[in-house]
């Protein structure tokens, strides 16, 4: 792993991320509730760090799939997002690439 600065956050590992935004790309549904969430992250990151880190892990996943156009994040001033423990997690997200070409992969599914 490479050097980080004090400022700079360690990257997740690789493997896992692709197969996090694998399953986000292939789940059914263009809604996908936390818990959904949660069960793909734990899926495809079997070997995460505990408490408010393993949730930071999952919030910079999600925005990684965002940022690739593979989800949609609810607005940060609406209602869907969980503030109860920091960092805030977004309650439900959606989709935004069709479901056209998907795998039969039993481990993506809810």
Known sequence: MTSTSPFEEPMLPPESMQAFLHCLAHAS????????????????FPYRPGGSENRQWLQRALQEAADQGIIRLPSVRGRCWDHALEPSLPTVIWKTS???GRDDDESCRD
């Open 29 to 44: 549904g263009k809604q996908l509730k936390i818990a959904v969430l949660w069960q793909y992250f734990a899926e495809a």
């Open 98 to 100: 069709p479901d056209e």
